[in-house]
């Protein structure tokens, strides 16, 4: 933790409290989050056993009810769970215990940037962090994890964002209402705040805008990082300037050699609604929503009879995925993409593009793979070196992308100039 932030700024990441006996939380709560699925975590089990041959211990950091441990647990011979709260243990461990036994999962009271404090240096094959580096410092925080993991262990890092509707006419109809509903619920949460507890919700916000590239991983210290994006065209962040009242700043950290994939899923941890599943999602998304919104609200309740109508009336259920679809393309190591503008500054900014990604390529290769990702869905595109220009009629759409050329080394052309070629 930086001791130099203000101390009422401190330990902002421990707002996310619920009692161990609130047992209609907890049921609604795990009914409604999405069902990692078993294509999921191979892709974390292929990547370390490509790395490691030991399965000995994973540690799931940020438990809260126990869902990812309860997946560790089938393929690890020891599982450590560990929670910033001493109520969300007593779930888990409620939970677990009578289908795993108490030798097979213990159970640690620790901050995930602590974890070194409490565990062995070099103990653990696998680290799983669901849902938790946005609530967490962190450079300590992967400090912590680097400590803690053995040479050749395995870093898991994930998180979902808002549930957005798979068929494409209710996106563009429904959508709207539903992310509304989120913004004014969650400003009823955010905007009393104090100042440790805002500030904490602005750190959640500027990482989950970044799509989790915030985290930095060092070549001195981590290997062969992969980030892996799906349907990447929704909205991660619950949360924004919309409903808080700040500017959000995502950074970019995606280094040089790491691999980036982004994939289009539709149906990626797919859940079937109908508006009351819908409601029931909402009242439980975050400790206090049901306080927030008290008896009921208008406005909200406004919202909701006009989703209902959209959706085909009550009973009536729909797709959702946690996000909207993506580009489908695997880039060269040191290639990324963000929707972080500063990675592709230009000359002059007076009516410049606004692209809603930056693909930020490396190779011949990627430039190719992109134009022909962005050609077969219809997307469109811009490629630039360090623009300066400028035109009325350049409109990039809601979706549009930039293909950043900067990173390129050379552009030559043939005798005639009628031929440009990049490498």
Same mark, same amino acid.
């Given at each position: 933790?930086?001791? =130099?932030?203000?101390?009422?700024?401190?330990?902002?990441?421990?707002?996310?409290?619920?009692?161990?006996?609130?047992?209609?939380?907890?049921?609604?709560?795990?009914?409604?989050?999405?069902?990692?699925?078993?294509?999921?975590?191979?892709?974390?089990?292929?990547? #370390?056993?490509?790395?490691?041959?030991?399965?000995?211990?994973?540690?799931?950091?940020?438990?809260?009810?126990?869902?990812?441990? *309860?997946?560790?647990?089938? #393929?690890?011979?020891?599982?450590?769970?560990?929670?910033? =709260?001493?109520?969300?243990?007593?779930?888990?461990?409620?939970?677990?215990? /009578?289908?795993?036994?108490?030798?097979?999962?213990?159970?640690? #009271?620790?901050?995930?940037?602590?974890?070194?404090? #409490?565990?062995?240096?070099?103990?653990? !094959?696998?680290?799983? &962090?669901?849902?938790?580096?946005?609530?967490?410092?962190?450079?300590?925080? @992967?400090?912590?994890? +680097?400590?803690?993991?053995?040479?050749?262990?395995?870093? +898991?890092?994930?998180?979902?964002? /808002?549930?957005?509707?798979?068929?494409?006419?209710?996106?563009?109809? +429904?959508?709207?209402?539903?992310?509304?509903?989120?913004?004014?619920?969650?400003?009823?949460?955010?905007?009393?705040?104090?100042?440790?507890?805002?500030?904490?919700?602005?750190?959640?916000?500027?990482?989950?805008?970044?799509? @989790?590239?915030?985290?930095?991983?060092?070549?001195?210290?981590?290997?062969?990082?992969?980030?892996?994006?799906?349907?990447?065209?929704?909205?991660?962040?619950?949360?924004?300037?919309? +409903?808080?009242?700040?500017?959000?700043?995502?950074?970019?950290?995606?280094?040089?050699?790491?691999?980036?994939?982004?994939?289009?899923? $539709?149906?990626?941890?797919?859940?079937?609604?109908?508006?009351?599943?819908? =409601?029931?999602?909402?009242?439980?998304?975050?400790?206090?929503? /049901?306080?927030?919104?008290?008896?009921?609200?208008?406005?909200? !309740?406004? @919202?909701? !009879?006009?989703?209902?109508?959209?959706?085909?009336?009550?009973?009536?259920?729909?797709?959702?995925?946690?996000?909207? %679809?993506?580009?489908?393309?695997?880039?060269?190591?040191?290639?990324?993409?963000?929707?972080?503008?500063?990675?592709?500054?230009?000359?002059?900014?007076? %009516? *410049?593009?606004? $692209?809603?990604?930056?693909?930020?390529?490396?190779?011949?290769?990627?430039?190719?793979?992109?134009?022909?990702?962005? =050609?077969?869905?219809?997307?469109?595109?811009? &490629?630039?070196? %360090?623009?300066?220009?400028?035109?009325?009629?350049?409109? @990039?759409? !809601?979706?549009?992308?930039?293909?950043?050329?900067?990173?390129?080394?050379?552009?030559?052309?043939?005798?005639?100039?009628?031929?440009?070629?990049?490498?």
């Amino acid at each position: 933790m930086d001791n =130099n932030k203000p101390h009422d700024q401190r330990d902002s990441e421990d707002f996310w409290k619920v009692e161990a006996d609130d047992h209609e939380f907890w049921d609604a709560y795990i009914s409604t989050r999405p069902n990692y699925s078993k294509p999921f975590y191979q892709i974390i089990y292929h990547y #370390h056993s490509a790395h490691s041959s030991s399965s000995d211990v994973a540690h799931d950091v940020g438990c809260g009810a126990g869902q990812v441990t *309860a997946e560790l647990a089938l #393929h690890y011979s020891h599982v450590v769970a560990s929670d910033t =709260n001493e109520d969300h243990l007593a779930v888990a461990k409620g939970r677990l215990a /009578r289908t795993f036994g108490e030798s097979r999962i213990s159970y640690i #009271h620790a901050k995930a940037e602590h974890l070194g404090l #409490h565990n062995p240096e070099g103990s653990a !094959d696998l680290i799983a &962090a669901a849902e938790v580096v946005v609530l967490m410092d962190r450079d300590s925080g @992967l400090q912590s994890f +680097a400590q803690v993991l053995k040479p050749g262990g395995t870093l +898991a890092v994930w998180f979902y964002g /808002r549930p957005t509707f798979s068929e494409p006419s209710l996106r563009t109809q +429904a959508q709207p209402i539903l992310d509304k509903i989120m913004l004014l619920i969650w400003s009823k949460v955010i905007r009393p705040s104090g100042p440790r507890r805002a500030w904490g919700f602005k750190r959640c916000a500027d990482a989950m805008e970044s799509w @989790l590239d915030f985290l930095p991983f060092s070549t001195d210290v981590w290997t062969d990082v992969q980030r892996y994006k799906w349907n990447t065209y929704g909205t991660l962040p619950f949360f924004g300037k919309e +409903a808080c009242g700040y500017e959000i700043q995502p950074t970019c950290n995606v280094g040089r050699g790491e691999k980036v994939v982004i994939s289009e899923d $539709p149906k990626f941890w797919m859940n079937k609604w109908d508006v009351a599943a819908l =409601n029931e999602y909402f009242s439980v998304l975050f400790p206090g929503f /049901r306080e927030a919104i008290g008896e009921g609200d208008k406005e909200i !309740d406004s @919202l909701f !009879d006009e989703l209902t109508e959209m959706m085909g009336g009550e009973g009536m259920t729909k797709e959702f995925t946690d996000l909207q %679809r993506g580009l489908g393309v695997t880039l060269s190591p040191g290639s990324s993409i963000s929707s972080n503008f500063t990675v592709a500054p230009r000359w002059s900014l007076y %009516r *410049a593009p606004a $692209p809603k990604f930056i693909v930020d390529v490396h190779s011949e290769e990627d430039v190719g793979a992109t134009v022909r990702c962005c =050609n077969k869905r219809n997307i469109k595109f811009l &490629a630039q070196s %360090r623009g300066n220009g400028w035109a009325d009629t350049l409109n @990039l759409g !809601d979706y549009g992308l930039l293909i950043n050329l900067a990173g390129l080394n050379q552009i030559s052309f043939d005798n005639d100039k009628t031929v440009a070629t990049i490498e």
